[in-house]
């Protein structure tokens, strides 16, 4: 849907009818800070989004090598135990 310049200046006379021209201007500042925030709003979510689905990421790669660790910890103890075997 798309609006064409007649549209808008029936919606321009209609608010100024409403609001008047001395509040014209607030209300426009309304107007753009409230779609900021609703952009900021939107981006914030995205963000938020891509930083957890890192975050998944990240675990994933702590959790084997994790478990990396282990295994040549469990190794090592093998080693030790077999050394002192062997040494008695």
Same mark, same amino acid.
């Given at each position: $849907?798309? /609006?064409? !310049? $007649?549209?808008?200046?029936? &919606? /321009?006379?209609?608010? *100024? /009818?409403? @609001? #008047? !021209?001395?509040? *014209? !201007?607030? *209300? #426009?500042?309304? @107007?753009?800070?409230?779609?900021?925030? &609703?952009? +900021? #709003? $939107? =981006?914030?979510?995205?963000?938020? +989004?891509?930083?957890?689905? =890192?975050?998944?990421?990240? +675990?994933?790669?702590?959790?084997?090598?994790?478990?990396?660790?282990?295994?040549? *910890?469990?190794?090592?103890?093998?080693?030790? =135990?077999d050394a002192a075997q062997h040494a008695e």
């Amino acid at each position: $849907m798309r /609006l064409g !310049p $007649m549209e808008l200046v029936v &919606i /321009l006379v209609v608010v *100024l /009818l409403i @609001f #008047g !021209p001395k509040n *014209l !201007p607030k *209300l #426009g500042k309304a @107007f753009g800070s409230t779609v900021k925030n &609703i952009r +900021e #709003g $939107m =981006e914030g979510d995205d963000k938020t +989004e891509q930083v957890e689905s =890192e975050t998944v990421v990240d +675990e994933d790669a702590d959790d084997a090598e994790i478990r990396e660790l282990e295994a040549k *910890l469990a190794e090592a103890k093998a080693k030790k =135990e077999d050394a002192a075997q062997h040494a008695e």
